[in-house]
């Protein structure tokens, strides 16, 4: 429908604006420096939405499974699964498991509060953790390539190219003008014009893979079993 009347449609994630995101995109498609992607690591998440103090409105939906889908598998199991489709430009898993947990069934009771998420790519696995049982809020992404490693947030970037070598640290500034927040970003698309590149972090394509990975996921872990995307959407 937005494509047929012209409507500018993103997604939004906090995740999609810190620099470091994008200074890792940058190397990998670039220098590679760290070589070929092998293995993706996301821990997302929180002490939980009560602990954090949301409000009653947002709880009531945040916990619903029909509402909202899911607990903190939905919630921030959408990081990892935005970020890995951006970085393997579009290509679907092969496969997801994926195993979830109540560990807090008193102030959780309809919902998961836990989960892992594993998704199989021909060269690379991807390991999705989101939570609302973590110390401390975080989004985290930690990237291991075929010679080095990267690890980032919102506040740092480090990299390490060899084993011999030590690590290299970025510090991350504000990405461009127009390009360092959702509603910058917005309002050049509606002024500007023009589109988002299939797949990048806010366009249709990815967050269309997103859902789907989160709806393999949650039936994995209904069922016990590794879902192939063949099976459960009947197309390679």
């Given amino acids: 429908s937005a494509n047929k009347h012209k409507i500018q449609l993103m997604t939004n994630y906090e995740t999609t604006w810190y620099a470091s995101t994008h200074h890792a995109y940058n190397l990998i498609k670039g220098q590679q420096p760290i070589g070929d992607i092998r293995r993706m690591i996301f821990y997302t998440g929180h002490q939980g939405p009560i602990e954090i103090g949301c409000n009653q409105e947002f709880l009531d939906w945040l916990t ?32 997801v498991s994926c195993i979830t947990q109540q560990i807090k069934p008193e102030m959780y009771p309809k919902v998961d509060d836990e989960a892992t998420i594993l998704l199989k790519y021909p060269n690379a696995e991807i ?5 609302w049982n973590w110390p401390y809020g975080r989004k985290d992404m930690e990237i291991y390539g075929k010679t080095g ?27 461009p003008l127009g390009q360092h927040d959702p509603f910058a970003f917005f309002t050049k698309l509606i002024k500007e014009g023009g589109s988002m590149e299939e797949f990048s972090l806010s366009s249709v394509e990815n967050n269309k893979m997103v859902v789907q990975i989160l709806e393999m996921a949650k039936y994995a872990a209904k069922t016990g079993k ?11």
């Fill in 149 to 175: 490693y990267m690890v980032c947030n919102s506040a740092k970037f480090e990299m390490q190219v060899s084993e011999t070598e030590g690590l290299i640290n970025y510090k991350p500034s504000l990405l």
């Fill in 127 to 131: 390991v999705i953790q989101p939570s």
């Fill in 64 to 95: 619903d499974p029909v509402l909202n889908g899911g607990g903190a598998l939905t919630d921030f199991g959408c990081y990892g699964a935005n970020l890995t489709t951006w970085f393997m430009q579009g290509e679907k898993p092969i496969s």
């Fill in 226 to 236: 590794t879902i192939t995307w063949k099976e459960y959407y009947g197309e390679d």
